[in-house]
């Protein structure tokens, strides 16, 4: 079983920036095709970005496309998701996600879900 602690949430105004940090337990990191979904109050959850084992990257939103980066950093068993530009349709609670394989744009594709972590964006 993998464990994931996601962080790095808070409160920022529009145009600010957060980066969320998950940290994997095990030793198989560097096998896994790593997620980031969100959902937000009264909407459905949505895949925000993927990065595969190879350090692939996949954004889903359009939106969110040159404002947000997926990165990972293996030795460490972490996966970042730096925000830029806030806005407030950003807001929700965001989940990592990890799956063997390929990217998955489907939540029902990935086994294990982290606690999430809540990003509000107000002023």
């Known amino acids: 079983e993998v464990q994931l602690q996601a962080y790095g949430g808070g409160l920022v105004q529009p145009g600010g920036f957060l980066r969320l940090s998950c940290v994997a337990s095990?030793?198989?990191?560097?096998?896994?095709?790593i997620s980031w979904f969100r959902e937000a109050p009264g909407k459905e959850r949505e895949a925000v970005s993927c990065?595969?084992?190879?350090?692939?990257?996949?954004y889903y939103v359009d939106s969110e496309k040159g404002r947000f980066t997926i990165s990972r950093d293996n030795a460490k068993n972490t996966v970042y998701l730096q925000m830029n530009s806030l806005k407030a349709e950003d807001t929700a609670v965001y989940y990592c996600?990890?799956?063997?394989?390929?990217?998955?744009?489907?939540?029902?594709?990935?086994?294990?879900w982290g606690q999430g972590t809540l990003v509000t964006v107000s002023s």
């Open positions: 095990g030793n198989a990191f560097g096998a896994y095709a």
């Open positions: 990065i595969s084992s190879s350090g692939s990257s996949i």
């Open positions: 996600v990890v799956r063997t394989g390929v990217c998955m744009r489907d939540a029902g594709e990935y086994m294990y």
